[in-house]
């Protein structure tokens, strides 16, 4: 089976990143130890998002920052409510409704970015 690594490697799809985000993550009681600015490359297509990690992270590659996107995407096809049952929300909760949102405007842009390589992407193991 395909890893996103691999069809990065394949697509020759690379990023650039820039330490600290444009804006802050959109739950506000999430507050990550790094922040990073990346810009994905394909072909001529660019995607530009912003990427929060954790104390032991490092900077992140495009395999990775793919990887978490393309989880973020499946709220695309998913209702509100299944979405917070599948990732532990409260679906009474506007942050939650936000990042929900967020979610699913990522993954509609992950969508475009990738075009015809998304289903193979989306069906790739993670790295």
């Known amino acids: 089976m395909n890893t996103v690594k691999k069809l990065c490697t394949a697509l020759a799809l690379t990023s650039s990143v820039t330490y600290g ?5 959109i739950d506000p009681n999430w507050k990550p130890a ?3 600015t990346v810009t994905l490359r394909l072909g001529r297509k660019r995607m530009t998002v912003d990427f ?3 104390a032991a992270t490092g900077e992140p590659t495009a395999s990775e920052v793919l990887s978490c996107l393309i989880s973020d995407a499946c709220a695309e096809g998913e209702s509100f409510e299944e ?5 532990g929300y409260d679906s009474d909760s506007r ?3 936000a990042t929900y949102e967020a979610c699913a405007k ?3 842009r992950l969508r475009e970015f990738l075009g015809d390589h998304f289903d193979t992407f989306a069906n790739a193991e993670r790295d």
């Not at 985000?21 to 993550?25: G, L, N, S, Y």
């Not at 979405?83 to 990732?87: E, G, N």
């Open 21 to 25: 985000a444009r804006k802050p993550p």
């Open 34 to 36: 790094h922040s990073w």
């Open 52 to 54: 929060f990690g954790g």
């Open 83 to 87: 979405w917070c049952d599948d990732y």
């Open 95 to 97: 942050s939650a409704l």
């Open 106 to 108: 990522s993954g509609a």
